[in-house]
């Protein structure tokens, strides 16, 4: 009888050693196929770099030879490299800046309970679900020369030829504006989430208090919903420095090289000009910029992400 | 008491204002592809017309109606590639990262975390940075051009979506349920597939169409991965508004099949959007 016992015992003891050296394997075996996947995309980026060392030219292929950093050298001292750089930060500056205004304004706006409030939020969803390049195109459709209703309407207030895209003077204008209308409500959203995720007691207690508005706004609410506004606002930092698809979609960069902004310079080079090393060099400075961008992002985004789950 | 009304009234006018900012050029778009050449081409722009089907029918056929004659496209291909390219891109992803989120999510190990983060980063990477490379090596190994490649390369936008959402749903589901079933006698397998997963299939779900709805709006991929045969809408159509010939209102029309599907499917799956958007960090 207690033989057993101990026999069972000795068994158990053995099977949960099993499973404990099987439970170690266990986590590397799940997540195995999908660091496969991230080695995968690890190699091009590798061979990106290597690239972005070499004259490379796809039309001069035998002149193909290690430089160091000749790429590198050349772009900084050639003007349409500052170009790119001068238009990304003002693409990415003037992005964000005008959606951080707008989307907490109308974040602000929808704050309340309401059923109109929360069929608006809902509607807001709709631009952020239009893929970038398709909204390029319909506002393109609306600023057509011939019958575009803004075309018409911009017209009537005394801009007979606008040009919108084609006009260097308003083309960044223009793309700037796409992005608002696609971008805003990514804000807009997170804010009103943010804004209704904060603790009701220093509000009351202001309210009982008689502190005015403007107070209550920037002493309370501005301060306390700083972590998503940051987490908002790299966010949007990190996809407009590298946009793409909006500005290729609505002029291809032009007029000219009015928006050659990194993403579509890097694409110009490679696939205009078969120029793959000066391509690569531009896109390795462009990863250097949102790679330091998204340290400081990821670290923002963790202490949310502990506050949402109740651990913060 | 006046004061209150006025600002009522200055709410009431904001809102106005937002709701027609964001919404107008969709109902504009909708409008114009319900219309005749000849009626979008008609100065003031006049939301009154006889609307027509002609532009849809002529999309869907693949035979347009032009001045001078007709046109053969084959946008109906790029609507397929779409949805073939996106729900295979999703349904690889669900195959490689929930497994994955739930390892992350219950087991604290070396790499784990590392992974975790570098997936994440791919996320905020320029994605010319791995399609420069990927464009040659596919040309070299008969993946440019190809379903295979471009599902391949969509797990950039896919998988880390993916992943970090589900492990948060993971992350809040008490293992106690888990811990009690193992003790039942049952293996570990089993109680991954016959508890886990479906106490988090709302989350999983949730995180299955938003990763459709980012697949289906990527344009950069396909441009540089592949020719007409294989790309999707977003690519097609820009092909399309270049393209001599089309008239404007089957542009719209072809703009209006290319949101419809996204646009459903998010009105469908609102109530997860704020958290799939901020890839977690947020609850709606």
């Given amino acids: ?312 | 008491m006046n004061k209150a009304l006025l600002f009522k009234l200055l709410r009431a006018l904001a809102l106005i204002a937002v709701a027609l900012f964001f919404l107008f050029p969709i109902l504009w778009v909708f409008m114009m592809s319900f219309m005749t050449n000849v009626d979008i081409l008609r100065s003031p722009p006049s939301p009154i017309f006889t609307p027509t089907l002609d532009n849809y029918r002529g999309l869907l056929t693949g035979q347009l109606a032009t001045g001078t004659g007709t046109l053969t496209t084959d946008y109906t291909t790029n609507l397929f590639n779409s949805f073939v390219l996106s729900a295979s891109a999703v349904i690889l992803s669900l195959l490689l990262g929930v497994p994955a989120a739930y390892a992350f999510a219950r087991f604290k190990f070396r790499l784990g975390e590392d992974m975790a983060f570098t997936l994440l980063s791919f996320r905020f990477a320029p994605p010319i940075l791995v399609l420069l490379p990927l464009q040659l090596y596919f040309q070299e190994i008969g993946l440019y051009d190809t379903y295979v490649g471009l599902v391949w390369v969509y797990q950039l936008i896919t998988l880390p979506l993916i992943l970090w959402i589900v492990r948060g749903y993971f992350e809040d589901i008490s293992p106690d349920i888990e811990h009690a079933y193992r003790l039942d006698g049952h293996s570990w397998l089993k109680t991954f597939l016959k508890i886990a997963i479906p106490l988090a299939r709302p989350g999983i779900a949730a995180a299955g169409l938003l990763a459709f709805i980012f697949a289906w709006n990527n344009f950069v991929f396909a441009l540089i991965l592949g020719s007409s045969a294989v790309q999707p809408v977003t690519v097609g159509a820009l092909a399309f508004v270049t393209a001599s010939g089309i008239q404007y209102g089957v542009i719209a029309a072809a703009l209006v099949l290319s949101v419809v599907p996204t646009l459903t499917l998010a009105l469908y799956a609102q109530r997860y959007l704020v958290e799939g958007l901020s890839l977690g960090a947020v609850k709606g």
């Fill in chain 1, 1 to 312: 009888m207690s033989g057993t016992l101990i026999v069972n015992a000795a068994r158990g003891v053995a099977s949960t050693q099993r499973s404990r050296a099987r439970q170690r394997w266990l986590p590397y075996l799940l997540s195995l196929p999908a660091l496969l996947v991230c080695i995968g995309i690890l190699i091009p980026f590798f061979t990106a770099v290597w690239y972005s060392l070499e004259r490379y030219n796809l039309s001069f292929p035998d002149q193909r030879a290690f430089i160091w950093f000749g790429n590198y050298l050349n772009l900084f001292t050639d003007p349409a490299f500052w170009n790119t750089v001068r238009i990304s930060l003002a693409y990415t500056g003037l992005t964000v800046g005008v959606q951080l205004l707008f989307g907490l304004a109308i974040a602000l706006l929808l704050q309340r309970r309401h059923w109109i409030n929360d069929l608006m939020s809902v509607l807001l969803i709709l631009p952020l679900m239009v893929a970038p390049a398709i909204a390029s195109l319909m506002w393109k459709l609306m600023t057509n020369p011939n019958f575009g209703v803004l075309s018409y309407l911009v017209g009537r207030l005394g801009f007979p030829d606008f040009g919108w895209s084609s006009n260097p003077n308003s083309a960044l204008f223009t793309v700037v504006l796409v992005d608002t209308w696609v971008y805003t409500p990514f804000i807009t959203i997170l804010l009103l989430a943010g804004l209704r995720a904060l603790p009701r007691q220093p509000f009351e207690a202001a309210e009982l208090d008689g502190v005015p508005a403007s107070f209550v706004f920037f002493r309370i609410t501005l301060p306390m919903l700083m972590p998503y506004i940051l987490t908002a606002s790299l966010f949007r930092m990190l996809d407009s420095i590298q946009q793409f698809d909006i500005i290729y979609s609505m002029t291809q960069g032009g007029p000219g090289d009015t928006l050659t902004v990194f993403q579509v310079q890097a694409y110009l080079e490679a696939f205009s000009f078969s120029n793959i090393g000066r391509s690569a060099a531009l896109v390795m400075i462009l990863w250097a910029i949102t790679y330091a961008l998204s340290t400081v992002f990821i670290k923002q985004w963790l202490k949310l992400r502990a506050n949402a789950r109740g651990q913060g």
